[in-house]
């Protein structure tokens, strides 16, 4: 099992800037499998969705509305992630939720509020 810890949500004006971070820990076997890493995010009245992904190889994959605007990078321990996010808007108001996939299972933190005023 993998745990998951958040940091770096508040509260910015529409054009404005944020970075998240999401530090891993667990077993070093669990961290070893950790395949993936990504964010998702949950709107209010909207279901959970997928913002950006990077594979433990270095494949990124974005939702087509955070392209060219949000930027998803490891760090050099691989166990952590973080979340660029640039020229933000107030739909991307949301909590953001880190993942890693670690042997085939989901592992999920437990939230950082983004709030973009416009």
């Known amino acids: 099992q993998v745990q998951l810890v958040e940091s770096g949500g508040g509260l910015v004006q529409a054009g404005g800037s944020l970075r998240l971070s999401c530090a891993a820990s667990?077993?070093?076997?669990?961290?070893?499998?950790?395949?993936?890493m990504g964010w998702y995010r949950r709107a209010p009245g909207k279901e959970r969705e997928l913002v950006a992904t990077?594979?433990?190889?270095?494949?990124?994959n974005y939702a087509d509305s955070v392209k060219g605007r949000f930027t998803i990078s490891r760090g050099n321990a691989q166990n952590t992630v973080y979340l660029q996010m640039d020229s933000l808007n107030a739909e991307d108001t949301a909590i953001y939720y880190c993942?890693?996939?670690?042997?085939?299972?989901?592992?999920w933190g437990q939230g950082t509020q983004v709030t973009v005023s416009s």
């Open positions: 993942n890693a996939v670690s042997r085939g299972a989901d592992n």
């Open positions: 667990g077993s070093f076997f669990s961290l070893f499998r950790i395949s993936a």
């Open positions: 990077i594979t433990s190889g270095g494949n990124t």
